[in-house]
């Protein structure tokens, strides 16, 4: 479990329609964002009009820094995909092979494999972030 020193939380909304091959973003459509500041991934949550979850969209990167009100971070590639009944989609899979075979140092590589794994295993246990799946 994350104490709260350990984690950024960003609420959001969409405003406009956007659609992706996994999801389909309405006006009113709203996300709550978690930045754990030692991991290397962070979670949105994406929840309807309704306040009712959709889906949550995982992605790898580097732990975030903070600089006053602006909260940056490394899109390390590699996504996942949870719908609001637990099915998975991998996304962007054979772009991070290439990625972490050209550009990413294998010890950073393996650390945030590592963290991804602890993720997976939080969504597996449904725990923290993946309380909201069925």
Known sequence: MLAEEDLIVVKGSFTKEHKTPYHHFLPGDKTMEYYPL??????????????TVQGIYCNLAAPPEREGPVLTFVDLVLDLYVFADGEKVLLDEKEFET?????LPKDIAKEALDSWEEMLTLLRSRETFFSSLK
């Open 99 to 103: 990625f972490k075979k050209e550009q």
């Open 38 to 51: 030692d991991a290397w991934y962070n979670v949105c949550e994406i929840y309807g009009k309704e306040d």
